[in-house]
């Protein structure tokens, strides 16, 4: 269901305008032999779906203004409920000739998380290390697993495929991903990335088809696990239960990215004044979308964002410690599963 209250893109305007052209069309047909007319229909409410065969379906609840002009004369307002279908247009084939198969940098940033990194140089290992995909690039903050986090490095058999920078100061994610651009080349296709996500080699390939120099930058929209203890009582879930109670995807999230290193100078990078967690990625992506480059978005369900418990620091920005909390709720579980913990807590008292 919809509102005319609310603000609506430009195609729902568009949609809604020709219906509204549509059913006066109809309902005036012949209005002069008839002596009547209808005029300006507005909108009470609506419904909208979009049916797999049938195409676009509307159910409207008009208000018009109804005029009798043979007979006595009456003007009164009517309402009335209509229905009406509109098509898909046939199908177009166009030929896609952007896929590259250029070299994938994924940008790292590492402070601390031993356990989530091992895990990381693993999946790396797999994916990346016999495929040759992509290249790692490590900015490594001094912690107590620094030197840990070397040696695994180092032992790794693809130690070839990754270069680590080393962080300095303050952690900084929006700093530490700039730095890792600053080591490439402007035609090098960069993949921003967090220790926390688990991906695939179908991913890395989307990378590459949909990242177009000077043309067009990738943000998939990420899956992203809710509490695993609430959702499987373990420590971790299955990364490929992609079930509604598992998770859901990450919509408002542009923390994963990828662009030409090219682009993403010409856009303005990163705002590197922006410390600690959030809004670096939202500032970014509002850049680009300013920019003469396009943002193609879609949900990659080989991209998973694996749980973790978050922790707000109340030394962030007010509106960075809102985001912090927003996104801490909404990645607990699932309405109804909140429902059921409440519902069940409630039947204890």
């Not at 002069?32 to 005029?39: D, F, P, T």
């Amino acid at each position: 269901m919809f509102s005319v209250k609310r603000n609506h893109d430009g195609s729902r305007k568009k949609l809604l305008q020709q219906a509204l052209n549509f059913v006066i069309q109809h309902y005036n047909t012949d209005a002069y032999y008839k002596g009547r007319i209808i005029e300006r229909p507005e909108i009470v409410y609506g419904y909208h779906r979009n049916h797999p065969i049938k195409g676009t379906q509307l159910l409207l609840y008009l208000k018009m203004i109804y005029t009798r002009t043979k007979g006595k004369y009456m003007k009164t307002a009517v309402y009335k409920q209509v229905m009406l279908e509109k098509a898909f247009s046939p199908p177009e084939i166009r030929a896609v000739d952007s896929f590259t198969h250029k070299l994938v940098h994924l940008i790292l940033p590492v402070s601390g998380k031993i356990d989530e990194f091992k895990k990381f140089l693993a999946q790396f290992s797999q994916v990346c290390g016999e495929t040759k995909l992509c290249k790692l690039i490590i900015i490594l903050y001094p912690s107590q697993h620094s030197e840990e986090t070397l040696n695994l490095i180092k032992g790794s058999q693809y130690n070839n495929l990754i270069h680590v920078l080393e962080g300095s100061g303050e952690f900084s994610r929006a700093k530490s991903l700039h730095e890792g651009v600053k080591y490439l080349s402007d035609d090098d296709l960069v993949l921003f990335i967090d220790v926390d996500i688990y991906y695939t080699a179908a991913a890395i390939h989307r990378v590459q088809q949909h990242t177009i120099l000077g043309q067009q930058a990738y943000f998939p929209i990420v899956f992203s696990q809710y509490d695993s203890q609430i959702v499987c009582g373990a420590a971790s879930c299955p990364v490929n239960n992609q079930s509604e109670d598992a998770g859901s995807f990450r919509y408002f999230g542009f923390g994963i990215a990828s662009m030409y290193k090219a682009d993403y100078l010409k856009c303005g990078g990163f705002d590197l004044s922006i410390h600690g967690w959030g809004k670096e990625d939202v500032d970014l992506y509002s850049k680009i979308l300013k920019s003469d480059i396009d943002v193609f978005r879609a949900a990659d369900t080989d991209i998973t964002h694996i749980y973790h418990e978050k922790v707000c620091d109340d030394s962030l920005n007010s509106d960075q410690v809102v985001m912090c909390v927003n996104s801490k709720t909404s990645s607990l579980a699932s309405q109804r599963m909140l429902a059921n913990l409440y519902y069940q807590k409630r039947s204890k008292l």
